[in-house]
């Protein structure tokens, strides 16, 4: 049976019954073995573009044009100092056109943390011509290793004068006929295919692409607001920012460290880390860094002892929210897990929230540790937050911590302590690291103290 007569049996009203190729079958997402099978090819970059499709953005109304507007934003960062022709829109996607001679293994990695892409794809730009599009067909799929395939045709252009079904019946025959020729075992499979060659029809030259790479998904960068979050140095505070940065929000990072400056006795080195890591999803980020062990010593010395960590935890609520009113944030994000430990039972969070007059965010509540520690990996946060550093919640640990804690019962723990007094002390102490993503560099700025001796009101304003 041909590929036409196949492709006929198996949905024979396909031009008048469905009309996203893409809703036919589920779209097949490549691993990175499949990937590396093309980066040793040698490809010309004059015929290349990549194409990027977004997902979520088309749930917006009348402010659409707003967050497609943030996502060409983000493409043109992400990609600066690579050498690109244009980016254009034609359509419900982009066009991102490669000059020939550029890294292509760099401008994938970029593209991996560009926020608001569903997926993207390296595809081939070639005349409108339908043989033309077979030949560019067979270059994109000779070297895969597969045992059967599909192709998948997309015309938003109806000058086009093939159809949808009239160029996946001549691509596909002529792809069949090069495997036999070439002595291969390979066949056609509609549904579920080991590979799917993509041929979209639109205004200008075809584009041919077989291998769709997800994206992070999720919206654009810095379209949602300003938000702080306590970044501790582990695991769960910098999978909790990634996920309010998915969501479109830009962070600032709030950091409490104990004493020591070399790795392995201060935290400083994990926190600037993670935050270089982080900082390529939304390309400017601030890191305050906050000595806390003066506080924690002030609170061992009148505070019950059961009570240590959750008092450690509405100070740290409180300077956080003094530098996050400064740096015009709405909100504070934490990476509190439900239960993960002490400190983290509901009534517990409930009683710690009573200090702080800012809503606090918590995207990992509901996740549990092996979901997180997954997330890190992915984000490459994960190596960072296991060096070792002097974490400086567990100094002077109580013995019982308490589980069931109520806001009074905290504001009687903190009667004896001066609480303005210690949020200037923290402030006071803060310094501040600008971090910049530009030409697929992170640079850090030499870090600057944050107190305005003259103006000592605003620091708690």
């Not at 490549?30 to 990549?50: A, G, N, P, T």
């Not at 560019?136 to 000058?159: G, P, T, Y």
């Not at 809503?359 to 190596?383: C, H, N, W």
Request: aromatic content about 8%; some cysteine; overall charge positive.
């Amino acid at each position: 049976m041909s590929y036409g007569a196949l492709r006929t049996a198996y949905c024979p009203h396909a031009e008048t019954r469905i009309t996203s190729p893409t809703a036919r079958f589920p779209a097949l997402v490549y691993s990175l073995q499949v990937k590396d099978s093309w980066e040793f090819r040698e490809f010309s970059m004059s015929e290349h573009v990549i194409v990027v499709h977004y997902h979520e953005l088309w749930l917006k109304g009348r402010n659409r044009r707003f967050f497609v507007g943030k996502l060409h934003t983000a493409l043109r960062r992400s990609l600066e100092g690579l050498p690109t022709r244009s980016i254009e829109k034609p359509g419900d996607r982009f066009l991102i056109r490669l000059t020939e001679g550029v890294n292509l293994g760099s401008a994938i990695q970029r593209m991996e943390r560009v926020l608001g892409v569903a997926y993207y794809a390296v595809a081939r730009s070639v005349e409108r011509a339908l043989d033309r599009i077979c030949y560019a067909a067979w270059d994109e799929i000779e070297l895969l290793q597969l045992a059967n395939f599909a192709v998948r045709a997309q015309r938003s252009d109806k000058s086009f004068p093939h159809s949808t079904l009239e160029i996946e019946r001549e691509v596909g025959s002529f792809l069949l006929e090069r495997f036999r020729a070439a002595g291969r075992d390979v066949n056609v499979k509609l549904k579920n295919p080991d590979v799917t060659c993509h041929i979209e029809i639109s205004p200008g030259p075809a584009l041919v692409y077989a291998r769709k790479i997800p994206g992070p998904g999720g919206l654009p960068a810095n379209t949602a607001g300003r938000l702080a979050c306590l970044l501790s140095g582990g695991y769960d505070s910098a999978v909790a920012a990634y996920h309010m940065m998915k969501r479109g929000a830009h962070l600032s990072f709030v950091h409490f460290y104990g004493t020591g400056s070399r790795p392995g006795e201060s935290s400083l080195h994990v926190a600037s880390g993670l935050a270089q890591q982080l900082v390529p999803y939304q390309f400017q980020a601030k890191l305050f860094r906050v000595p806390f062990e003066p506080i924690q010593r002030e609170i061992v010395r009148y505070a019950p002892e059961e009570y240590r960590i959750l008092l450690y935890r509405r100070m740290m609520l409180r300077i956080a929210e003094s530098l996050a009113r400064r740096d015009r944030c709405l909100a504070l994000v934490t990476g509190d897990s439900l239960g993960q430990v002490a400190s983290q039972t509901l009534r517990n969070l409930v009683a710690v929230d009573a200090a702080s007059n800012m809503p606090v965010f918590r995207p990992l509540i509901g996740s549990d540790k092996m979901e997180i520690l997954a997330t890190a990996r992915k984000i490459g946060t994960y190596d960072i937050s296991s060096e070792p550093f002097h974490d400086c919640c567990p100094v002077f640990l109580p013995r019982n911590p308490a589980l069931y804690a109520r806001p009074d019962e905290l504001e009687e723990a903190e009667s004896k302590l001066d609480i303005p007094a210690l949020i200037i002390d923290g402030i006071r102490g803060t310094t501040l690291e600008e971090l910049k993503f530009s030409s697929g560099q992170v640079v850090a700025a030499e870090p600057r103290a944050v107190w305005r001796s003259d103006k000592p009101k605003a620091a708690i304003a």
